[in-house]
């Protein structure tokens, strides 16, 4: 099983200020045929369920505010929201989906 | 627009069954595997298993493996997840949540979640 750990377990930072999370996986998550890595990131909001941020490590979902991006590849992968807003308070997990998903432990972002 | 609504909460005692069901409309279900993702307290999400689209196959986490059942009712658009031989620490958030595309294993949309509590 592909074991994903993200740091750090959690993060304060100022409003309008960025956040940067990051995401390593114990094997390679980018599949060499299709030159895609399998990695999303997630967003949940307490009590709610999680919500697709990215997908393929850096393309953002429909509807997704630009001051989200996703960069890496290979096992190394981060988040950054470059301008951090009020509503962007949650938790955050990494997923790779290169074979049967695996989460990492959850990244929780507050305000400074 | 996709929607997938989760039964209600459930209280079990140890050794028991629970069978949690998810509604989905928005889509053609038997065009889209359902993956069930659970969360316990202060843990991370946990993949247990899924049925994939059109042959409904399923295919659990080895962790679950023998305790967990998933089916699918596509006539009634409802996939269903039960869980057997409940102990004190399947207590969590059980999710369905949607493959974005047949046979992948990435997730696009969750269900609002059901809360199975274990306890005597």
């Known amino acids: 099983d592909i074991v994903m750990t993200q740091s750090p377990d959690s993060l304060a930072v100022s409003l309008g200020e960025r956040a940067t999370i990051n995401c390593k996986s114990s094997?390679?998550?980018?599949?060499?045929?299709?030159?895609?890595?399998?990695l999303a990131w997630y967003q949940q909001k307490p009590g709610q369920p999680p919500q697709l941020l990215i997908s393929?490590?850096?393309t953002r979902e429909s509807g997704v505010p630009d001051r989200f991006s996703g960069s890496g590849s290979g096992t190394d992968f981060t988040l950054t929201i470059s301008s951090l807003q009020a509503e962007d308070v949650a938790v955050y997990y990494c997923?790779?989906?290169?074979?049967?998903?695996?989460f990492g432990q959850g990244t929780k972002l507050e305000i400074k | 627009q996709v929607h997938l609504v989760q039964s209600g909460a459930e209280a079990k005692e140890p050794g028991a069954s629970v069978k949690v069901s998810c509604k989905a409309s928005?889509?053609?279900?038997?065009?889209?595997?359902m993956h069930w993702v659970r969360q316990a307290p202060g843990q991370r999400l946990e993949w247990m298993g899924w049925?994939?689209?059109?042959?409904?196959?399923?295919k659990q986490s080895q962790k679950f493996q023998g305790r967990v059942t998933i089916t699918r009712d596509t006539s009634a658009s409802t996939d269903y997840m039960e869980l057997s031989s409940l102990r004190s620490e399947d207590t969590a958030v059980y999710y369905c949540?949607?493959?974005?595309?047949?046979?992948?294993?990435?997730?696009?949309?969750w269900g609002q979640g059901t809360l199975v509590t274990v306890s005597s």
């Open positions: 949540a949607r493959a974005h595309a047949s046979g992948s294993y990435l997730i696009d949309y």
């Open positions: 928005g889509y053609t279900v038997s065009s889209y595997a």
């Open positions: 049925i994939n689209a059109g042959n409904g196959n399923t």
């Open positions: 094997q390679n998550v980018l599949y060499s045929s299709n030159n895609k890595n399998y």
């Open positions: 393929w490590a850096s």
């Open positions: 997923q790779q989906y290169y074979t049967t998903p695996s």
